[in-house]
């Protein structure tokens, strides 16, 4: 499959997705009793977005057409997209696929430095797929197995899924591993047929039954900040900031410091 359709694939995976979570009441059209499947037909978003079923109907079949912007934003608002979601709708229908990647992602020196002089905060710098590309020792104390052998380097996804200390160490695991597999399924959308996230990709639905379950959802979600309950291994549990900083020159590759905003040290357990 070319990269081309494989962007189109994703976009009527991402459509069908959306269009399943909707009820006609939701969109305003009356209730036809019992559905063999959840969600809004085909013909009902077509209808609610002002365009014709067919053409929604060969979007969703990933057939090669080009929907104007106005069709695009007529379906985000048919769908009830959140800004993020409808970003990603913008980017899958209009963009032009990004070329696949046989070499891993590297890092300059002076970039691969940064997380070390941020010694007394632990912070890492990921690729677009979440591979670790480089981290402090404070990162390395704060997520033991990181660095676990894995055939590779070290992937901020496959630790949250695979390793058993990281529902140790994350105390709201459940929900930051959803966000986390919101963020892979964004990235994920803007590189289709990349290796790098389809290996990713099949090597955590084999591990792991959250993923098999949670990954059809297509749920949505970019880098952000925000705070995290952590089990450190010498403090005990602690409530640390964390922020991402895109870097100017590759925006797909992020900064990740945790700090402690207030200085308090560890929380009481």
Known sequence: MSTAAAQRRELGLFLRSRRARLTPADVGLPSTGRRRTPGL?????????????????????????????????????????????????????????????????????????????????????????????????????????????????????RWVFTAPSARQVLVDWEREAQGLLARLRAAAGRHPGDPRFTSLIEELHAASPEVRAWWPRYDIQVSRGGAKRLRHPRLGLVTLTHTAFHLADQPEQTLVIYSDPAGSGPAPA
């Open 41 to 157: 037909r085909r013909e009902e978003i077509a209808l609610v977005a002002g365009i014709s079923a067919t053409w929604y109907t060969y979007l969703e079949q990933g057939r090669d057409v080009r929907p104007s912007e106005q069709v695009l934003l007529a379906l985000a608002s048919a769908l009830r997209l959140s800004p993020q979601e409808r970003a990603h709708l913008l980017h899958l229908a209009s963009s032009a696929p990004q070329p696949r990647r046989a070499e891993p992602e590297r890092l300059a020196p002076e970039v691969a430095a940064i997380p070390l002089l941020l010694s007394a905060n632990p912070a890492y710098l990921t690729g677009a797929n979440h591979d670790v590309l480089s981290h402090n020792p404070a990162a390395a104390e704060l997520f033991p197995d990181l660095d676990a052998p894995t055939g590779g380097r070290p992937n901020v996804a």
